[in-house]
């Protein structure tokens, strides 16, 4: 017989085990620049930011194959709303909102199999720049909706040292501006998930001063490789997505 006790341990059991999949996870960091929305992150070998509808981007951390089924699932509704409705009709709400978030936590409470391993962050440009908007989605359906800036992370104590980061960067910043400030923030968040026994308002705190992030970041993406798309607004096309050339990324 299954009390409301075994019911909340088998939801932590199940957090727990996709949590600990996610804290070696390269984070995810979402900003808004002058002329659109830029998405980065680093990877390995698998490509990490996607285009996903003309004004639409996504990148996540989590197993490979999990992030698939979820870019696939977004490509899938983007295009049938599109065709169907309207293009005005693929928005990052109803993407996030109503086709993925339900599948997600059906899966996080389906006993019978492992739930997804996937945090992502999603971007959506507006016909202006006061509805451009951000949105993260969790393993367990979970999701949110941001204007300047959203992250994804291995733990929530690197999600905050970074979102503390982000809020000193202020508005306005180039793209070159941009790329700088979320290229820090994903060290920070990258050291920070290394650090999982600390309280998370000390970790942000001890994050954010630490004066090694730039040897931290030389360090690491000697054995990986940065990876950020934008939505940009300058583009004279439907389409507003671009992967960024690696001698845009160099630092």
């Known amino acids: 017989m299954v009390t409301p006790y075994d019911f909340n341990e088998a939801v932590q059991q199940r957090s727990e085990f996709v949590e ?3 804290r070696a996870g390269s984070p995810v960091v979402g900003l808004r620049y002058r002329d659109g929305l830029l998405l980065l992150s680093a990877r390995r070998t698998q490509r990490k930011v996607f285009e996903i509808y003309d004004r639409l981007m996504m990148s996540a951390l989590g197993n490979q194959a999990d992030i698939e089924a979820i ?36 899966a996080f409470g389906d006993s ?12 959506e440009m507006g016909i202006s720049p006061e509805n451009d908007r951000f949105a993260t989605l969790n393993f367990d359906g979970d999701f949110a909706f941001f204007e300047d800036f959203a992250v994804a992370a291995g733990t929530a104590a690197a999600e905050e040292a970074m979102l503390e980061r982000l809020r000193r960067a202020g508005p306005g910043l180039s793209l070159v501006e ?24 000390a970790d ?5 001063t630490q004066p090694d992030v730039e040897a931290y970041t030389k360090e690491q993406l000697s054995t990986m490789t940065l990876e950020a798309g934008v939505l940009d607004r300058t583009l004279p096309m439907e389409g507003k997505f671009r992967l960024l ?3 845009e990324l160099k630092r």
């Open 204 to 208: 942000a705190e001890e994050t954010a």
């Open 71 to 106: 870019r696939i699932a977004a490509l899938d509704f983007s295009h049938q709303e599109g065709f169907g409705r309207s293009p005005d009709d693929v928005t990052v709400n109803r993407i996030v909102g109503f086709a993925l978030s339900p599948g997600l936590k059906k």
């Open 20 to 22: 600990e999949r996610l």
């Open 178 to 201: 941009a790329i700088d400030v979320a290229t820090e923030t994903w060290a920070v968040g990258h050291m920070q998930a290394g650090q999982p026994d600390r309280p998370a308002d």
């Open 245 to 247: 050339a690696p001698d």
């Open 112 to 123: 019978w199999n492992a739930p997804l391993a996937f945090r992502g962050v999603f971007a």
